[in-house]
């Protein structure tokens, strides 16, 4: 027996598994303080306002960004189609609660999303072949033929001449979440639940396969990885939570929504939330999204405060979309990891500093 074969001693073996239940603890009491946050301290201090104009279409987009990031910064998938699957979610949500009767709202949800992953793997197919640009043109033609559909086929929208489609009863177990702070709660519990079985799937066997693809797909085909198998899956579960936060976005938010809501501007939105927030990030995507939701409405007061009639109200429309655009160059060009990014950096900082001022301190 070499020293490689010996087993190892007590104290070496709890030496190393000491930082792995160090880190299981620390991710049980972040996940604990996380819930006890947005379920807890937000719907006691928050008001109506808060609820159906910032909270709820934040986490709206924050599940879309996270859909969008799992495609683009785990599998390395340029996609342009998240408004599209957005769309199908919504629709096929409201077809579903429509057309069966006494189905669960839940239910509802899970089957629109479950259209928008059997769509979404129809236009992945382009991907096992093409990349890049390409692939961004093949996922726009979705957007396109998506909003077209919707709006020229009535029975989506059940024959409404406008194609408007409204929010069904928010019931769960025969209480109504139809109030700001009932939304609120409906939303922050199905972006909570997807975002563990996020969590999950990266850390696990597809995520690896997923990087391992982005990374570079030849290495990964020689490495035994299923190419076809991880691309198509990566663009199944992405559009599979695009399309609830689609019907987020429609029932809990809007309450009522017609085609053209979910353009083209909207899968723009989306590919900011992850840009700014950071790629392969799944925080990058909710802080991608507090950042597009509350930098108009920061912008509009500092405008209502101080240029009011002394900058014309369309120009300081114009001024927003140049300190946007400007801010989207800046983390493109200086922080190309995102606010997720920048703020991991700024902790460790913040943290190595602590360590030597105690080291000196002892």
Not at 214 to 224: E, H, Q, S, Y
């Amino acid at each position: 027996m070499t020293v490689f074969d010996a087993p190892l001693e007590p104290v070496a073996a709890d030496r190393i598994a000491r930082p792995a239940r160090q880190q299981v603890a620390v991710a049980a009491i972040t996940f604990a303080a996380v819930l006890a946050l947005v379920f807890g301290v937000v719907p006691a201090l928050a008001n109506d306002y808060w609820f159906s104009a910032i909270l709820i279409p934040f986490l709206a987009l924050s599940l879309a960004g996270l859909g969008l990031n799992l495609l683009t910064g785990y599998a390395g998938q340029l996609s342009l189609g998240t408004s599209a699957f957005m769309a199908i979610g919504a629709f096929g949500a409201y077809n579903a609660l429509l057309r069966i009767p006494h189905l669960p709202l839940f239910a509802g949800f899970a089957i629109g999303g479950v259209a928008a992953a059997v769509v979404g793997v129809v236009f992945g197919l382009p991907s096992l072949r093409i990349k890049g640009f390409y692939l961004v043109v093949s996922t726009l033609a979705a957007q396109f033929f998506v909003e077209w559909a919707f709006t020229k086929v009535g029975w989506f929208s059940n024959f409404n001449a406008s194609g408007v489609i409204s929010a069904p009863p928010l019931l769960i177990a025969g209480r109504d979440f139809s109030g700001p702070r009932g939304r609120y709660l409906l939303s922050a519990a199905v972006v909570v639940a997807l975002t563990v079985l996020v969590r999950n799937a990266v850390g696990g066997d597809a995520g690896r396969s997923w990087m391992a693809v982005r990374d570079m797909d030849t290495a990964a085909r020689v490495a035994g990885i299923p190419i076809l198998r991880s691309k198509l899956s990566a663009f199944a579960v992405s559009s599979f939570i695009c399309g609830v936060a689609g019907a987020l976005w429609a029932f809990a938010y809007l309450g009522t929504v017609e085609p053209h809501g979910f353009d083209l501007d909207r899968s723009f939105q989306v590919l900011f939330i992850i840009i700014i927030g950071g790629l392969g990030s799944l925080s990058g995507a909710f802080l991608g999204a507090a950042f597009i939701v509350l930098l108009p409405i920061a912008l509009d007061n500092l405008a209502a405060r101080f240029l009011t009639g002394v900058v014309d109200v369309g120009h300081l429309e114009n001024l927003e979309k140049i300190i946007f655009g400007g801010l989207i160059i800046f983390f493109l060009t200086k922080e190309p990891g995102g606010l997720a990014h920048l703020l991991a950096r700024r902790w460790a900082r913040t943290v190595e500093k602590l360590r030597r001022r105690r080291g000196l301190a002892s």
